[in-house]
């Protein structure tokens, strides 16, 4: 097993997710299996109860696990599927530690950070990165740690050590530590400055760290002369320093890193060998004609994304890549307009005028409109009425877990009548709670306690015209991740049904409403799971592609084009890469000496987003 750590100086949100998920492909297009561990030096014992606002997304796994949002990023580029245990927090260590000390493991000896604690992360980090996280089912080649903060931080002191200790239980051949740091450019003549990255080096060092690769952030490319300054005063060879300026996305940054010879280095340190392979040969060239789709896009699709945590984006960062990898696949720009829900809402008329109309023309010119999950009473009017405005001006919706309740509120109050319908979340004393508390869940406790994770969604009879399930490919049975509390109440849906609006897919007991559709709608969809959670650059989620080609004003055609079967379809896939590689491509070794791709590798699509079941056999 071979060890890669990434660690971050001078500020945090350098950028150490992005290197480190495009380390991880890049050692994928040469065949490496993969996984990932992120450790989160806070005393929570997981993401689950922090603010969106304070720490960005709440990611969530398979299992259930509520993890950082660095953890979608590498699912997303890595297409692996990781677990809980995969991402490491204090609270989580701590709670293990005191847990053994409390039934005699240490047999009474005094606890202490070191080599108690030390220990134990080192221990989980090998036992995790040798569990299987893709399709092969086989144990990982390479595991890619993330340290999260910045080098000095107290609270990752004993991370710090337990690496250093880590090093040498490992072997040095099988280590390799990638920190990143930014150059900051500083006064009006663009001056690129480095004692920063120097500084952030020398702490790494006089805690026993040494830097195998610098990964230097900055707004643009480096030049010649600091790299070698770089390399002089931070002790690695100028090769080893690798310049990670502003990109036009972040698809592009393994490319760039790849361009300077990253892989090169990473696999000369660590004595790996490739296993270039036709299944994995074919990633490298697929991603790039990702990128270069990306930049050569024209046309345009506006999305209002109408949230309540809109002041930090990060807060929908799987939506928005979501949003990314279907309009990608569908030849379309896109473009979000963020909306703060409480801005539409009436109050806001007489509290700052200038802000409601505003936000108000931003949603009457949107092309779709998108609610995403959310928490509390704050802006849900304001997401009512957008609601509203999609249904009556048939403008394309998609809801998302709170989203799909606030279209199903806004059904009840202005179509079924039940005036002053709403959750229970928001009002308990409502006469018609049209979505109620689910009755196994804790109000009390709330860390881990919701319905949380992979669940079947199971398609009703008669639901083959369904938009969704068409999306999906018409299966009866498809798998998808889940973060709520509340859910539809059961007992209005024979009555909300009755008014027009569908509840397509339901759960395995068929009591609890998981998607939900508007007929006679270009598209009026709501779903209780999380499609964003799902996503692959190569591989938009369903919904996701659906609810773009209808803002878009192609989803007829690409229905139409699903039906026929036919074979020349150009949306929501990436046909730009020879259709027929398979019979096309030349052995490995004649591309490499042709030079028909950076480090002799070829594109493939490994990407599969969406688990549905077939014969009862989940994949």
Known sequence: MKYILVTGGVISGIGKGVIASSTGLLLRTRGMRVTSIKIDPYLNI??????????????????????DLD?????????????????????????????????GDYLGKTVQVVPHITNAIQEWVERVARIPVDDSGEEPDVCIVELGGTVGDIESAPFIEAMRQFQFRVGHENFCLIHVSLVPIVGAVGEQKTKPTQASVRDLRGLGLMPDLVACRSSKPLDEDVKEKISMFCHVPKEHVMAVHDCQSVYHVPLLLDNQGMLNVIQKRLNLTPRLGRKSSHLYLKWKDLTTRH???????????????????????????????????????????????????????????????????????????????????????????AAKWARENEVPYLGICLGM??????????????????????????????????????????????????RPTIFQDHTLDSVTRKLYGNPRIIHERHRHRYEVNPSYVPQLESAGISFVGRDDKGERMIVTEIKNHPFYVGTQFHPEYKTRPLKPTPVFLGFVLA??????????QQKSGSKETTLGRYPSVSENLSESLEPEEEAVANGEAPNGVKPEVAANGVSIEVNGAKR
């Open 71 to 103: 953890l979608g990023n590498y699912e997303r580029f890595l297409d692996i599927t990781l677990t809980r245990e995969n991402n490491i927090t204090t609270g989580k260590i701590y709670k293990s530690v005191i847990e053994r000390e409390r039934k």
């Open 551 to 560: 803002s878009a004003g192609l989803l007829g055609e690409y229905l139409d």
């Open 405 to 454: 309740q606030i279209a199903v509120i806004e059904f009840a109050r202005n179509v079924c009548g039940l005036s002053g319908a709403n959750s229970t979340e928001m009002d308990k004393d409502t006469a018609h709670p049209v979505v109620i508390n689910m009755p196994e869940i804790s109000q009390t406790i709330l860390g881990g306690t919701m319905r949380l994770g992979d």
């Open 46 to 67: 997981d993401a689950g109860t922090l603010s969106p606002l304070d720490h960005g997304e709440v990611f969530v796994l398979d299992d259930g696990g509520e993890v």
């Open 295 to 385: 930049t050569r896009l024209h046309d345009s699709v506006n999305i209002v994304l109408v949230g309540k945590y809109t002041h930090l984006k990060d807060s929908y960062i799987s939506v928005v890549k979501s949003l990314e990898h279907a309009a990608l696949s569908c030849n379309r720009k896109l473009h979000i307009d963020w909306v703060e829900a409480s801005d539409l809402e009436h109050d806001q008329l007489g509290v700052d005028p200038i802000r409601y109309h505003e936000a108000w023309k931003v949603l009457v010119g949107a092309s779709g409109i998108l609610v995403p999950g959310g928490f509390g009473v704050r802006g849900t009017e304001g997401m009512i009425a």
